[in-house]
């Protein structure tokens, strides 16, 4: 039936066709008359038949009248709200598990403590990254690791200079910023919307579990509202282990929908994520969780140790 109506389209279009040849991904080509250039799609008759190409697998249109190129998107881009983080607009399309870890992998850290270590990931190019309070929690001499894919090769880079931003003890977050001098524009994720997801959809961490960065464990999210101590979580089947703690949860389409905090210590299949709601007022209203010693807001406070004199003088 399309068959049809294109060829209708084109006896009764057919003055003023100009020929054009279209290249496409895997360095193929076709040339014909261009009966349509739509936003989504280009049409085509070759000739003995005619073809409906995506936009999606276009990469050039090179016009043979004019001699001129115009270039057109190779791919949409996903619409993306960019601001201090970045979240959809429009959900980006479902993809398997194995296309989005080499996408989202270098956003995703190891994050040191001379405590011990968790995860993380970036939420902006300029080194913001959101982790755990815990995994924070009392220490001031953080690092963080960064595994950057260098023509199929993992290069692991080490950054000091790390500033803790803000912390919400009581929805254990924490933001991070690397201040190395050295430090170059990250890749960093974009936040989903735990609310659009359901009890079954397939979701999946990537983390350092005992130190075993760059560790994924694929799983369902188990329920949305799992209360505990007052706060609603997340529940995955997801492999969850000490280390994960900070690392993002995503969804199939590559978006963050959690924040991994803790497990049942004596089960398996039973870990927690905050969801990325919690994470966006977090960062909406950080000026207010700002992590400051004269702040008395703060989870916790810094004070001076007595000195000999004071202490000398008290009766």
């Known amino acids: 039936m399309l068959r049809v109506l294109l060829s209708v389209c084109l006896l009764l279009g057919g003055v003023g066709l100009r020929a054009a040849t279209v290249e496409l991904k895997g360095q193929a080509a076709v040339r014909g008359k261009i009966l349509e250039d739509k936003k989504d799609q280009i049409i085509i008759d070759i000739g003995y038949t005619v073809l409906v190409i995506p936009k999606s697998q276009v990469v050039k249109l090179l016009d043979d009248n004019a001699k001129a190129a115009k270039a057109v998107a190779t791919a949409p881009e996903p619409a993306v709200e960019r601001g201090f983080y970045s979240t959809s607009i429009v959900p980006p399309p479902e993809r398997s598990v194995r296309e989005l870890v080499n996408d989202l992998g270098e956003a995703v850290v190891q994050v040191r ?149 803790m497990k049942i210590a004596f089960g398996e299949g039973l870990g927690f994520a905050i969801p990325v709601e919690a994470v966006k007022y977090f960062l909406n209203h950080r000026e207010s969780y700002a992590y400051d010693n004269d702040n008395p807001s703060n989870p916790y406070r810094y004070l001076e140790p007595p000195s000999r004199a004071r202490k000398a003088a008290s009766p």
């Open 113 to 261: 403590t001379p405590a011990g270590l968790g995860s993380g990931f970036f939420i902006n190019a300029d080194g913001f990254l959101i982790t755990n309070f815990h995994v924070t929690e009392g220490e001031t001499q953080i690092s963080v690791e960064v595994y950057l894919q260098r023509n199929g090769q993992i290069e692991r880079k080490i950054y000091k200079q790390v500033r803790i931003v803000a912390l919400n003890k009581f929805a254990d977050l924490a933001l991070l910023r690397i201040e190395d001098k050295d430090a170059p524009k990250f890749s960093c994720v974009t936040l989903g919307d735990s609310d659009k997801m359901a009890v079954g959809d397939t979701v999946f961490a990537i983390g350092s579990p005992m130190g075993l960065e760059r560790t994924v464990t694929e799983g369902i999210l188990s329920t949305k509202t799992r209360q505990i101590e007052g706060n609603l979580y997340l529940q995955t089947t997801a492999q969850i282990n000490p280390g994960n703690s900070g690392g993002p949860l995503f969804n199939l389409r590559g978006e963050v929908v959690g924040v991994i905090n």
